[in-house]
């Protein structure tokens, strides 16, 4: 919550929408304003950098891998997420498809 305003200020974001939602609507609805397009550039040139890597390492590229861990979770992990995470997942999609029609994100 924003102590000036009192407006709450966070935003829920689905990881699919994960850059361009940064410079598309994110940076101006936080006060960061615009950025300008080698800004914008320089975003997606880091964002396809895979964030997990050690230093020293290779630079390696990310590539999303969640179809392939939920594949590999063997049965009984798929289903108790199943059971307590999924009308959560649920809410927070909808949270924010509704902030994003309403041109909050």
């Given amino acids: 919550q924003n102590q000036t305003s009192g407006k709450n200020m966070g935003r829920f974001v689905n990881y699919a929408n994960l850059p361009n939602v940064l410079w598309d609507s994110l940076f101006v609805h936080f006060g960061l304003g615009m950025p300008d397009e080698r800004e914008i550039e320089r975003m997606r040139e880091v964002s396809n950098l895979y964030s997990k890597q ?11 891998d969640a179809a392939d861990k939920q594949q590999r979770a063997d049965k009984a992990i798929r289903d108790a997420a199943n059971v307590f995470l999924r009308e959560s997942f649920r809410v927070m999609e909808h949270l924010s498809m509704e902030q994003s029609s309403q041109g909050l994100l």
């Fill in 54 to 64: 050690g230093g020293g390492q290779e630079v390696t590229f990310f590539h999303g």
